[in-house]
């Protein structure tokens, strides 16, 4: 599933993902996967993660972000 960071506080290891559903889920900072974890502002970064249910409540897993990937631009066609 994919989404967006809303925010992410390092000191208190908490975080807050908003679903393309547009719900609001908190995330922790073990949730990450190895090496995702943020050192610094992530907000409106998008993110991948998948939702598990436990104690009927949903968390997040295996939060990774999504790299950033510009568009192709297109050629310019020659005119002559």
């Known amino acids: ?10 000191d208190k290891d908490l975080g807050v993902i908003t679903t393309q559903d ?3 889920i908190e995330v922790l900072g073990t949730a990450f996967a190895p090496g ?3 050192e610094s502002r ?3 970064k998008p993110v991948e993660f998948r ?11 295996d ?3 999504v790299p950033y ?3 192709r631009r297109a050629r310019l066609r020659h005119r002559g």
């Open 22 to 24: 547009g719900d609001r």
């Open 1 to 10: 599933m994919r989404g967006t960071m809303f925010w992410f506080n390092v």
């Open 42 to 44: 992530c907000a409106g």
């Open 63 to 65: 939060v990774a972000f």
């Open 69 to 71: 990937v510009p568009p």
């Open 36 to 38: 995702e974890r943020p």
């Open 51 to 61: 939702l598990v249910e436990m104690n009927g409540e949903q968390r997040v897993e």
